[in-house]
């Protein structure tokens, strides 16, 4: 095969892993009711004069279903930590008992399950956008090449088109499966 068209399949496959990458990292983000250590992932804490992810200063786990753990390296952060997490706006009521914060995380209602259900849909279109645009680029870089046949040239866009569909499918098996983990009682 030409090394172009080699080139810019290659091109388009990574853009759009990244697409399916980032929708797997909000996915993350988008609690469905289970206690899960990533769902403090965006906090930061001021360690030092520095911003520093929470999970750089201290160890955060879940004994259970229910409760997040988040024991600090050093003492001295408990009240920083605390603050950070509220700051976050995540919804939580941070608890300090003087050696670690623990965090009770409320079952969700029906209504707010069907909001995060939403906002994981919407994040699944937005990686179909951004898988359907890297097809656009790679057909458009396609149609550029002037030293191919057009037949070369119909048969690396069927390529891209097969391409672009499994990963759509593969966007919405993984929004599918959210789904369910979300309005799962």
Known sequence: MNEEIEFILDSAKEAMEKALFHLEKQFVNIRAGKASPAMLGSVTVDY???QTPLSQVANVNTPDGRTISVQPWEK???QDIEQAIMVANLGFNPMNNGESIII?????????????????????????ISIRGARKEANNEVKKLDDISEDLKKNTETDIQQMTDRFVQKAETLFIAKEKEILTV
């Open 48 to 50: 030092y004069g520095t």
């Open 76 to 78: 001295s952060m408990i």
């Open 104 to 128: 009770n995380v409320p079952p969700l209602t029906e209504e707010r399950r069907r909001e995060l259900a939403k906002q994981a849909k919407s994040e699944a279109e937005d990686a179909k």
